[in-house]
């Protein structure tokens, strides 16, 4: 495993442990290209992606699809959501990421 990803799993989390699920996620996003690939198909997507699928979403489906696009996720200040398997999106929580770390430590062995 590159040392910086080595790092940066460690970093995120201690973050996720003390609930700095943004840092966390910021931290593993920006360490190595590779990483940030995975992520994305996990379903992590950025606010800024999240609002131009919303955009596509309305265009095509009308407010009935961007109802169940959006769900019950609360828009608070988080940078990050979740594109869940049925392509709507949901808040990350602690779980989640901790899951994420797993699955990420995993792929990325040596």
């Known amino acids: 495993m590159k040392k910086e990803i080595k790092e940066a799993i460690k970093t995120s ?10 840092e966390a996620i910021e931290c593993l996003m920006n360490c ?3 990483v940030f690939e995975f992520l994305t198909e996990y379903g992590i997507e950025h606010i800024d992606t999240i609002e131009e699928i919303a ?3 309305i265009e095509q ?4 699809r ?13 940078e990050y959501y979740l ?4 392509g709507n999106i949901e808040n990350i929580d602690k779980d989640f990421l ?3 770390i797993y699955d990420l430590e995993n792929n990325f062995k040596d």
């Open 83 to 86: 594109i869940n398997g049925y």
């Open 55 to 57: 955009k596509n979403e």
């Open 98 to 100: 901790e899951g994420l």
């Open 13 to 22: 989390k201690e973050l996720v442990e003390n609930y700095r699920l943004e």
């Open 61 to 64: 489906g009308g407010l009935s």
């Open 66 to 78: 961007i109802s169940y696009f959006i769900g019950d996720t609360n828009f608070n200040t988080d």
């Open 32 to 34: 190595d290209d590779d």
